[in-house]
């Protein structure tokens, strides 16, 4: 099955500053990366997500890459603010007729003021 | 509506108490889950309703049994739990195709379990 690798587990950055998180996964057949953004004590929610097909997605301080041939993606996020402060999940689906996301272990990033 | 609606938000109960969790989507998606968190951990998947069949994590213990009513609704069944199945039990749902995922989950707001 899948596995999926994401570090670091924490991250903190002073605001403004860039926070970059990294993913790897295992199943080259995977075609779909999701990312979510769990705040404390709330469900987690999507806040990009790129298909294989495409090597970068971005949407305003948000963006997403992934280099299929190393299987890793990674997400950026630019201008920090403390409202960007949670606990962030990278995830993969496989495409050979799957319905399961495998996700990461988390990053907790803290955005100092 | 793009809301998956759980109830309880929160349920506490005693090891000997049978409870079921609720949940309920009107987005025409087919395939519907049960996710269990713990703290600080990723969401852990337990069972998915695809197309009317049902897949199993098989290191989910009996004592956790869904039910699909139908395609919008998932309930899951809490019979004997123990204190180490205290958790947020996530409900979620996708379009899909057939059986395969193939976009975005879309997570209720999760039922805070509460095991003594």
């Known amino acids: 099955g899948e596995n999926v690798e994401q570090h670091p587990s924490t991250l903190s950055v002073q605001e403004g500053d860039s926070a970059v998180i990294k993913c790897t996964y295992s199943?080259?057949?995977?075609?779909?990366f999701p990312w979510y953004k769990q705040e404390l004590g709330k469900r987690p929610q999507l806040i990009i997500d790129i298909r294989s097909n495409v090597g970068e997605k971005k949407d305003q301080r948000i963006a997403v890459t992934l280099n299929k041939t190393a299987k890793h993606f990674s997400l950026h996020i630019t201008e920090t603010q403390p409202e960007d402060s949670a606990v962030y999940f990278c995830?993969?689906?496989?495409?050979?007729?799957?319905?399961?996301?495998?996700f990461g272990k988390g990053t907790k990033l803290s955005v100092i003021p | 509506d793009t809301e998956v609606t759980q109830t309880p938000k929160h349920l506490v109960m005693g090891m000997t108490n049978k409870k079921s969790l609720k949940c309920e989507q009107h987005?025409?998606?087919?395939?519907m889950y049960w996710y269990k968190q713990k703290a600080k951990k990723p969401p852990e998947l337990m069972f998915v309703y695809s197309y009317e069949k049902l897949s199993i994590n098989e290191s989910v213990p009996s004592r956790f049994s869904p039910e699909c009513p139908n395609s919008s609704l998932l309930n899951l069944h809490l019979h004997a739990l123990q204190p180490e199945d205290s958790a947020l039990y996530l409900c979620?749902?996708?379009?899909?195709?057939?059986?395969?995922?193939?976009?975005?989950?879309?997570f209720g707001e999760g039922s805070r379990l509460t095991v003594l």
């Open positions: 987005m025409g998606h087919r395939a």
């Open positions: 199943d080259s057949a995977s075609n779909y």
């Open positions: 979620a749902s996708s379009q899909g195709v057939r059986r395969v995922n193939t976009g975005e989950l879309f």
């Open positions: 995830a993969a689906i496989s495409g050979a007729g799957s319905y399961q996301l495998t």
